[in-house]
């Protein structure tokens, strides 16, 4: 493929369908995680490419594209932050909820 | 010869996402993302976006990766994390990304894009970003900060709590 | 703006020290609403153009406001949390009416993206904070994966619409969308953006998340999500659809199918519902769906009833969880059978939660009524008929199961004697203020009609 804008869509294309498709489908939470960052990079490059391919119009100059992407990349670490956060939360409770279980059981 | 460097660029990031998506050990998964941000890292530098590349390693890689790894390694010892609310298998996600997938290929193929005619050469980019994070999309910043505060916040209080075992 | 600063400082203020009580929130709160009235009237755009004070958005977030201050109140005793976690639980609140007011009077994509961040990532904070059990870290997971999901999806469409308009200011891409609306790009990228905002307003194929979470979550934390968090997104969707200029017959057939799924699935569901605060789940559901009949009649009129009707909405939500709060006293979930016998217990809740009912369920006196029969003649004028049949039809079947919770408030003799309800004066207050509320501008809603028309058109 040549190094040009269709292209470029068609690879960001590609990793959104891969990302959704492992978030539709994984069953680790942290597997969804990974999926949902596929998304945001596929994001991302879209964002990156039209701005680099497109003449820049009056309000927006070459670079609008890239501060998109900054901020996509700043969201992003600060939605892993969370989802692990409770993903481990849940984890440790997890074990707990198990021990539970058993006394129920038991009781 | 910039067309070899993209293909390879490319290359670089579709296939690793194929394990990300498909195999069955979570720890390869996480392994092969990192491959797949190093490819994305590789494309942003291609389009002149110089420091969001760089960012992007940083922070991606270095930040987001390692934590996503962390949580991994975490998680490996006990069972899987059943999750309720699974989509009725691989079949039903198959489909619908496919569709989705026909159709995003058949709209950035079809759409006849306003391509700037003579493409700028990329020089350096970050001085730019800089006077315009702080310029025109400064309310955007403000937000983000103040998010990144209460992600801080909330990730501490709810970690902590767990490790208490309330 | 003036707002903002107010918030940011109670945010500040709100931060973890540590015996801060109730009453300094609830203050602050009262300021926040004074603040949002007195500048209704302020006009003008700041921060190049990227944030625009208008009547639309001032009007929602006077909204805003006054939802933040009564789920304030609501917590009298916030029991549903442990008590270390007072503050935060505040500070998150707060930055969740921050984000939300951003998000209101922003017009451009970026700000609307980080502000629908930030008060989603608060929300998604506050699900799991809830006291003891593992229920609600599990409905945090669901409610975060699908919001994360709901998301990244929106901001893939973002990059298209970028794509296709090149630029981020709502003003220009108002101008020069309804030019491309062809090309397939355009529409695959609205369609993703809205996806992402019908998460929000939990519209049919995206409100897997909306029970659970209702569930799970602390009693206020449900009470803020349900009215505050869709009174945002009902504004925010009414600005992206106004973006598309009314143009795309594509775009108003998916909407037309979206609403009457969510109206119907809402209402069915809710038929069979045991737990309170899932029955209260799934008629906000179907409640989205009329909401969207007015947003799809894409007209001055069609957005005013859609403004009024999300205002009603607030009021009859917040009643209703007024009284769930008030007698799920330990902060746990409420059974219908356990509202029991009520009117002997508290006689002033149980008239509140039947008038609160009857709204939803659109009974003439109310605010409800007036709502629904708003965005009906909406719809009816651009000639949607069979919807209007349709969402009439859902509307009789709502009736039954909001019937079913008065009769076990009214007729039904608790099994055992159930200790009489103390009701403390201040809720009294306001439970008082929000039936006549509800009453008043059932009667005579012209007032408030005329603000939302006028807010409509600062929209076109």
Redesign the interface.
């Known amino acids: 493929m040549q190094y040009s804008l269709p292209s470029f869509l068609i690879v960001s294309s590609l990793l959104f369908c891969l990302g959704m498709y492992t978030v539709l489908t994984r069953r680790n939470a942290i597997g969804i995680l990974m999926g949902i960052e596929l998304v945001l990079n596929g994001a991302g490059l879209n964002f990156v490419a039209f701005s680099r391919f497109l003449e820049p119009s009056q309000t927006t100059n070459l670079l609008s594209g890239q501060i998109f992407t900054l901020f996509i990349i700043a969201v992003a670490a600060a939605e892993v932050a969370v989802a692990l956060a409770i993903v481990l939360s849940l984890y440790s409770r997890m074990k707990s909820i198990d021990v539970e279980d058993f006394k129920n059981l038991r009781g | 010869m ?2 070899l460097i ?2 390879v660029f ?1 290359l670089l ?2 296939i690793p ?2 394990w ?2 498909l195999s069955s050990n ?1 720890v390869h ?2 392994f092969s ?1 990192l491959i ?2 190093f490819g ?1 890292a590789g ?2 530098v ?4 110089d ?2 590349g760089v ?2 390693v940083i ?2 890689i270095g ?2 990766l390692v ?2 790894i ?3 390694m ?2 490996q010892r ?1 069972k ?8 009725p ?2 079949l ?3 489909v ?3 569709v ?2 026909a ?15 003579v ?2 050469e990329p020089q350096l ?1 970050s001085a ?2 800089g006077d ?2 702080l ?6 910043f403000e ?2 900060s ?3 505060l ?10 902590r ?3 208490r ?2 | 703006l003036l707002m903002a600063v107010v918030f940011f400082g109670l945010a500040m203020s709100a931060r973890p020290n540590p015996r801060r009580d109730y009453f300094a929130a609830l203050f602050m709160a009262g300021v926040g609403v004074v603040v949002a009235l007195a500048c209704v009237r302020l006009e003008g755009t700041l921060f190049f153009e990227a944030y625009r004070v208008d009547l639309f958005s001032q009007v929602f977030k006077v909204m805003l406001a006054m939802g933040f201050f009564l789920v304030v109140c609501l917590c009298t005793e916030l029991n549903g949390i442990e008590e270390r976690h007072h503050p935060e639980f505040y500070l998150f609140l707060t930055t969740c009416t921050l984000a939300m007011m951003m998000l209101v009077s922003s017009v451009e994509l970026l700000t609307i993206y980080v502000a629908l961040e930030l008060s989603s990532y608060s929300l998604y904070i506050l699900v799991p904070l809830r006291r003891g059990h593992g229920v609600d870290v599990e409905a945090g997971i669901k409610y975060l994966m699908v919001g994360a999901c709901a998301s990244a999806v929106m901001l893939f469409g973002l990059s298209y619409v970028f794509g296709v308009t090149h630029t981020t200011y709502l003003v220009e891409i108002i101008h020069v969308l309804p030019g491309v609306i062809g090309t397939p790009a355009a529409i695959v990228g609205l369609l993703l953006v809205l996806c992402g905002f019908f998460f929000k307003l939990a519209v049919f194929p995206f409100h897997f998340w909306a029970p659970d979470v209702y569930q799970g979550a602390a009693n206020q934390v449900t009470a803020y999500i349900a009215t505050a968090s869709k009174v945002a997104a009902v504004a925010i969707i009414m600005r992206v659809v106004a973006l598309s200029g009314g143009s795309s017959k594509y775009l108003v057939d998916m909407l037309v199918t979206l609403s009457i799924a969510s109206m119907t699935l809402g209402n069915l569901v809710a038929i069979v519902q045991k737990d309170m605060k899932r029955l209260l789940a799934y008629s906000s559901i179907s409640h989205a769906g009329y909401v969207l009949i007015g947003i799809l009649s894409m007209s001055a009129t069609g957005y005013a009833s859609a403004i009024f009707y999300a205002l009603a909405y607030l009021v009859m939500n917040l009643c209703c969880f007024l009284v769930v709060v008030k007698v799920s006293h330990d902060g746990s979930d409420l059974k219908i059978a356990q509202l029991a016998g009520l009117h002997r217990r508290a006689p002033l809740l149980a008239m509140a939660l039947m008038l609160a009912v009857f709204g939803l369920a659109g009974i003439p006196p109310t605010i409800g009524f007036t709502g629904k029969f708003l965005v009906f003649a909406a719809a009816m004028e651009k000639g949607y008929v069979a919807l209007v049949i349709i969402a009439m039809i859902n509307a009789t079947i709502s009736l039954y199961y909001y019937i079913l919770v008065v009769k076990a408030a009214y007729l039904m003799e608790p099994d055992e004697e159930l200790p009489r309800l103390p009701v403390s004066i201040p809720t009294k207050v306001l439970t008082v203020a929000l039936v006549t509320a509800m009453v008043v501008f059932g009667v005579a809603p012209s007032y408030l009609l005329e603000v939302a028309r006028a807010a409509a058109r600062m929209l076109m």
Request: some cysteine; hydrophobic content about 65%; aromatic content about 8%.
């Open positions: 910039t067309d993209f293909n490319i990031t579709i996402c194929f990300v998506a979570i998964a996480a993302l797949t941000l994305i494309l942003y291609l389009l002149g976006a420091f969001i960012i992007q922070v991606y930040g987001i934590l996503i962390f949580g991994v975490m998680t006990g899987l994390l059943p999750l309720s609310i699974q989509l298998g691989k039903f996600g198959a619908l990304t496919g989705i997938l159709a995003l290929l058949l709209s950035a193929t079809r759409t006849l894009w306003p391509v700037a005619a493409l700028g980019t730019a970003i315009l994070l310029g025109k999309y400064l309310i955007p937000i983000a103040v998010l990144l209460a992600a801080l916040i909330g990730a501490v209080l709810i970690a709590r767990s490790v075992g309330e």
